[in-house]
C-alpha cells in the first residue's frame, strides 16, 4: 500500500520547485527551523505565511486532533505548504505539522502576491498547484462538515452554497449516515437544530447563508466613505471579466454577487467551446481560475451579497445591498445575468430543491443516484446537463418541443447527445404533471404531435427552457426592452446622454446604459450571445469604455 508521501509526489497538485525557484524565493524571504510537532497553520486559520521546505517533514492534515483525523500527505525537501485560501484570505481548511524536524523559507502573503506578480514562471506553477489542490480537497470531502437531511430545504440551501462557492466539505445527511447521528449526539445537538454547519470548533445551527460566508470571510465589509472607481454587480463570466480586467490596469474594483462567484456559468459541468480549452474545461473550474485571478489583482468581492437598488448621490452612484450596505462608486458594469424559467406545471414548487433542479453539477448528480432523470430543453445548457448526467444515471429522457435540435444547440452537443446510448430524446414532448411524495418519482409527458400522453420514471427533472434577466431590483433605474433586458449603445432610444442636465451630452457608448458610467455586458444586456466567451468579451470591452468614460468626466471637472 501506497504512503501518504508517495501518494504526494504522484500527484500534479505537489510539484517540486526547482533549484532555480528556491533560490527566487530564499532571496525574497527568511530561513527558520522547523520544531518537532511545530503547527505551521491550523484549521480556521486566515493562514498569512507561505512555507517552502528545505529540510525535515511537514504533514497535511484533516480533522487534526479529532477521532477522524487522517493524513493527506506529507511535504519534503523542495516542496510548499499552502492552499488557495492564502490568496483568498479564507480561513484555511487542513492544518500543516512539523513532522520530522528540519527548516524552511518563510514568506508573508504579501511578499508572495508580490513575487508572483514579479516572476511569471513562479505564479504559474503556484497558482495551478493551489487550484489544484482546492480541487483535491474537495473531491476528498475535507474542511467543512455540513449535517442534516437532504429532505429538508435548508441542508440545501447551505449545500447549494457550499458547492457553488468551491468550498471543500463533507456532507452528512441524517437520513442515510448513522454516523450524523451519533455525531449530533456527541455534541448535544438535537436534529431539528439542524443543518448544522462544523468548522474546526465553530458550530452553527441552521445558519443564514451570510453568517456561513463571514465565518469564512468569503464576504467583505463595505465602507460607507469609500469610493471605489468600480462596482461591478453579478460575478458571471461577463462580471468576473469587467472585474479582473478593471482592476488588472490599476482601477478600484468591488465584485458583488449574490450567491457565488462564476454566476451561473459555475453550474456547467463542461464548457467545450471555450477558445484554449481543447479538451474542455468545468464551469466550476472556469469560474476559480478567474476568481484567482480577481484575487490576485486587487479586486474585492462581496458573496453573498445582494444589489437592492441603484441610485445616484453626491456626485457618485450609490449601490444599495441588502443588511442595509451601501457602495459607492465612479462607475458601475451591470452582470446580473438570467435565472432560468420555470415550467407550467402544477406541484412545482412542492418539488423544487427536492427533485426539480435548475443546474445539474456533481451535488444534483448524487441525489440522483443511478435512477432515471429528465432533462427538460433544446438549447446548449440542456444538452450538456444531459451529457453529463449519462455518466452518472442510468438513464436521460431529454424532453424538447421542437423537432430538431440543430437550431437551438451546438453541433458538437448535439453529436455527443446522439452518440449516447444512455440518452433517449424525446421530441415534441412537454411535461404535464409531476408526482411524488415529498420527492419526485416519476414525470407525465405529452408527445404533443401525436397527442399521446406516458408516465415516466424520474428521481430528478433539470429544467433548461430560457431564461429570464435579473434586473427586478433596478425598479426602472434603467432603460429596458420589453423583456425587461438592458439597452445599451445604439438600440438606446435616447440618442443623448446627460448626467444632472449639466450639459455633458455625447452619444452613449456601445455598452453604456441610459445612464452615463453604468454599462451593462453578459445575458442582462438586450442583445447579447449567451455565450461564455462573449460574456468574457463584453466585460473586458467595457473597461476600455469606462477609461473613456472617466478621462471625459476627469476632464469637466
Known amino acids: 500500500m501506497s504512503t ?3 501518494l504526494f509526489d504522484r500527484d500534479a497538485a505537489f510539484p517540486r520547485l526547482g533549484d532555480e525557484l528556491v533560490d527566487v524565493l530564499d532571496a525574497a524571504g527568511e ?5 518537532m510537532g511545530e503547527l505551521l497553520f491550523e484549521t480556521g486559520d486566515r493562514c498569512s505565511q507561505f512555507f517552502v521546505i528545505l529540510s525535515g517533514r511537514v504533514a497535511i ?4 486532533g479529532s477521532p477522524d483525523e487522517r493524513v493527506l500527505g506529507v511535504h519534503g525537501d523542495g516542496r510548499f505548504a499552502g492552499e488557495l485560501s492564502l490568496m483568498t484570505g479564507e480561513p484555511t481548511y487542513t492544518t500543516a505539522v512539523v513532522r520530522e524536524p528540519g527548516e524552511a523559507i518563510v514568506l508573508s502573503r504579501d511578499e508572495l502576491r508580490r513575487l508572483i506578480g514579479a516572476n511569471q514562471a513562479l505564479g504559474d506553477l503556484l497558482l495551478s498547484a493551489f487550484v489544484a489542490r482546492r ?14 437531511s437532504a429532505l429538508s430545504a435548508d441542508t440545501r440551501r447551505l449545500r447549494e452554497f457550499l458547492t ?7 456532507f452528512m445527511d441524517l437520513e442515510t449516515d448513522s454516523q450524523a447521528d451519533l455525531l449530533l449526539q456527541g455534541l448535544g445537538i438535537e436534529p431539528r437544530e439542524t443543518p448544522l454547519v462544523l468548522r474546526g470548533s465553530l458550530a452553527m445551527r441552521n445558519p443564514a447563508v451570510s453568517e456561513v460566508a463571514n465565518a469564512l470571510h468569503l464576504r467583505a465589509p463595505a465602507s460607507p466613505d469609500e469610493v471605489c472607481d468600480l462596482v461591478v454587480i453579478g460575478a458571471g463570466p461577463g462580471g468576473l471579466g469587467a472585474a479582473v480586467y478593471a482592476a488588472s490596469e490599476g482601477l478600484s474594483t468591488v465584485l458583488v454577487d449574490s450567491v457565488a462567484v462564476g454566476g451561473q456559468a459555475s453550474t456547467s459541468s463542461r464548457i467545450e467551446n471555450y477558445l484554449g480549452f481543447p479538451a474542455g474545461i468545468s464551469g466550476a473550474d472556469l469560474a ?3 476568481s484567482v485571478q480577481a484575487t490576485r489583482f486587487g479586486v474585492r468581492t462581496m458573496v453573498p451579497a445582494s444589489a437592492t437598488g441603484l441610485g ?4 457618485y452612484y450609490v449601490v444599495e445591498l441588502d443588511e442595509d450596505e451601501r457602495l459607492r462608486a465612479r462607475t458601475v458594469v451591470l452582470a446580473t445575468g438570467a435565472t432560468y424559467r420555470r415550467l407550467g406545471v402544477e406541484r412545482l414548487a412542492d418539488f423544487e430543491g427536492a427533485g426539480v433542479y435548475y443546474a445539474a453539477t456533481q451535488v444534483e448528480a448524487q441525489m440522483c443516484g443511478p435512477d432515471p432523470v429528465v432533462v427538460v430543453g433544446g438549447g446548449n445548457s440542456a444538452g450538456q446537463a444531459a451529457v453529463f448526467l449519462a455518466q452518472h444515471v442510468a438513464k436521460v429522457n431529454l424532453l424538447v418541443r421542437r423537432s430538431d435540435l440543430a437550431a437551438t444547440m451546438s453541433r458538437y452537443l448535439i453529436d455527443q447527445v446522439e452518440a449516447m446510448p444512455r440518452i433517449e430524446l424525446l421530441r415534441h414532448t412537454e411535461i404535464r404533471e ?7 418519482e416519476a414525470v407525465t409527458v405529452e408527445d404533443t404531435s401525436a397527442g399521446t400522453t406516458q408516465t415516466l420514471n424520474a428521481r430528478a427533472a433539470f429544467i433548461f427552457i430560457g431564461a429570464d434577466p435579473c434586473t427586478g431590483w433596478l425598479d426602472d433605474a434603467l432603460a429596458s426592452d420589453e423583456h425587461g433586458f438592458v439597452l445599451t449603445g445604439q438600440d438606446l432610444r435616447l440618442t443623448h446622454l446627460d448626467l444632472a442636465g449639466d450639459g455633458r451630452e455625447r452619444p452613449p457608448f456601445v455598452l453604456e446604459t441610459s445612464r452615463p458610467g453604468v454599462f451593462a455586458v453578459g445575458d442582462v444586456r438586450a442583445g447579447s450571445i449567451k455565450r461564455v466567451a462573449s460574456a468574457v468579451g463584453e466585460g473586458a470591452m467595457a473597461v476600455r469604455l469606462i477609461h473613456q468614460y472617466l478621462a471625459l468626466l476627469d476632464g469637466t471637472r
Not at 31 to 35: F, G, K
Open 312 to 315: 445616484w448621490e453626491g456626485g
Open 288 to 290: 476559480e481560475r478567474a
Open 434 to 440: 409531476l408526482h411524488g411524495n415529498g420527492t419526485l
Open 4 to 6: 501518504p508521501e508517495e
Open 164 to 170: 457553488r462557492n468551491r468550498i471543500p466539505h463533507t
Open 31 to 35: 530561513r527558520r527551523p522547523l520544531a
Open 135 to 148: 480541487a483535491l480537497l474537495i473531491g476528498l470531502g475535507s474542511g467543512v462538515r455540513l449535517i442534516g
Open 61 to 64: 492534515v484533516d480533522g487534526y
